[in-house]
């Protein structure tokens, strides 16, 4: 079977008529055929391949990568520049308001790529009344590759392997929306080979990171071999507006980011360092919430809305997430306390929340907050800078022998979605 898409991307799928059709083989590695086709030669081959296309073990998290664009923004400043950039000085209680929202936010500065001389070069971006979609695409399409690069390369030299073993790339952002896409950019600027098998998840927003990484495991474990490369770069370029009451959270909230993700399974090749390893995952659509918190193309960018409904609808719903991602380990009542966690900071009350929901111990939420308060909320790219700061922590702690056995990591976005992923560390679990 083949398909063509931009790129040109050339997709190939072989195919064995059985008495039922049955689909053999889906990857972007060529398949060495005998020259007798069709024949019991080739149906040998194939069954062979079925039998040891799986890994050995689970998915493991082998090197993390993050980066961030030049501009810092202290918080406690960040509503006088705002408000000045956007020529809005006159709405003196809406800047007030966001002044409080600062200080309450739990964020000491953040990262943006939009600055003076950008609006000064594309006006249209304050101005509500000319569209500006296209000059956002235009800078995005090549400021969102070059992020999300920086973050991989940084990856690709703490795995130790060359970028061409990468097998797979999955690259999840909010911030593009044009074919060729992002994946091929980022594959391009690294020098993936051209069979390298790539994926594009768009306006996944801060679940991004969660569902690119269970997939990323999936893939992992069923092609013997693979290494995925999980990309994930945000500019919050596409949602900048000028002040309204109805977005004024999420200005004070967000910030720009990439991280990039090498996973890989048992067994693992020479210099290869296990960090986390991946052992089940679920998604959880929470009904009835599909308009708190979403996102939509307009001639005036990305248009975002966020409910302040969101902490409260997590708050209610995250315990039985967990108990369901848990029990497919065979965990039925986990003490919440004798874990790590990996949570993506979407705001100090989302974390409040939780601690508060599920009775955690101070601290248990640490790397999540120390990168709320570095960083601001980078949307699906923040999961990384979580995951990365914990794997410091342990580092510094003898080597992560006094860090829990079991952990779990949680994403959130649109729909409301819960991302869960329940994990371990390897040096306790025998692996490393």
Known sequence: MLAVGPGITIEAMVLHIHSQ???????????????????????????????????????????????????????????????????????????????????????????????????????????????????????????????????????????????????????????????????????????????????????????????????????????????????????TLVCFSTPDESKIVGHGLFGDGAGAIIVGAVPLVDGERPLFEMLAASQTMIPGTEHALGMQATNSGIDFHLSIQVPMVIKDNIHQCLLDAFQLVGSMDPNWNDLFWVVHPGGRAILDNIEDKLQLQPGKLAASRYVLSEYGNMSGATIAFVLDELRRRREKDEGGLQQPKWGVMLAFGPGITIEAMVLRNPFLAGIN
Not at 77 to 89: I, V
Not at 150 to 160: L, T, Y
């Open 21 to 235: 059709p049955v689909r053999l083989i889906a990857s972007g590695h060529v398949l060495p055929l005998p020259s007798a086709m069709p024949g019991a030669a080739t149906t040998a081959a194939v069954d062979s391949r079925r039998c040891t296309q799986h890994a050995e073990g689970p998915a493991t998290i082998l090197a993390i990568g993050t980066a961030n664009p030049a501009n810092i923004y202290p918080q406690d400043e960040f509503a006088d520049y705002y408000f000045g950039l956007t020529k809005s000085e006159h709405l003196t209680e809406l800047k007030d308001k966001m002044k409080r929202i600062c200080q309450k936010s739990g964020i000491e500065k953040r990262y943006i790529h939009l600055d003076e001389e950008l609006i000064r070069a594309h006006p249209e971006i304050i101005d509500k009344t000319l569209p500006s979609l296209e000059a956002r695409v235009d800078i995005a399409s090549i400021e969102v590759p070059k992020l999300a690069e920086s973050a991989a390369r940084k990856a690709i030299a703490e795995w130790g392997r060359p970028a061409t073993e990468i097998t797979h790339l999955i690259f999840s952002t909010y911030s593009g929306c044009r074919a060729p896409s992002a994946d091929l950019q980022l594959a391009m600027l690294l020098g993936l080979r051209p069979s390298v098998s790539r994926t594009i998840l768009s306006l996944h927003g801060c679940s991004g990171g969660g569902r690119a990484l269970q997939l990323a495991k999936e893939i992992a474990e069923n092609n013997h071999g693979a290494r995925v490369l999980v990309a994930l770069s945000e500019l």
